[in-house]
């Protein structure tokens, strides 16, 4: 069992910058899907950013040209630098990874840390 520990959540007011991190226990992230979810109250869990078995990373629309994705292979950690941050980026976070080990999918996520924006 895969565990992910998301942390770097906080308070930030609008304009300003917070960089989130997933940490696996074990080696996980590479050649499997990744991906950033956010969920507000009272709203669904909504795709922040997306990584590919492949690399490729797909940001949502709202996100797009603030937040940015990257990994460090060796301390099995994802990254999630939010930049601008605005109110409606407020939410509880969550890092997920999915994919297959001998043919059987996996499907693993972290407990969520909470950002919030507000002056």
């Known amino acids: 069992q895969v ?3 998301e942390s770097g959540g906080g308070l930030v007011q609008p304009g300003g910058s917070l960089t989130l991190s997933c940490a696996a226990s074990q080696s996980i992230f590479k050649g499997n899907a990744m991906g950033w979810y956010r969920q507000a109250p009272g709203k669904e869990r909504e795709l922040v950013a997306a990584v ?9 629309d709202s996100v797009k040209g603030r937040f940015t994705v990257t990994k460090d ?5 994802v990254y999630l630098q939010m930049n601008n941050l ?3 980026d407020t939410a509880v976070y969550y890092c997920n990874v999915k994919g297959r080990v001998w043919g059987s999918p996996f ?3 972290g407990q969520g ?5 507000s002056s």
């Open 3 to 5: 565990q992910l520990v």
């Open 52 to 60: 590919t078995s492949g690399g490729t990373i797909n940001y949502g």
């Open 73 to 77: 292979s060796v301390k099995n950690t």
């Open 86 to 88: 605005k109110p409606d």
């Open 107 to 109: 499907d693993y996520w």
């Open 113 to 117: 840390t909470q950002v919030t924006v």
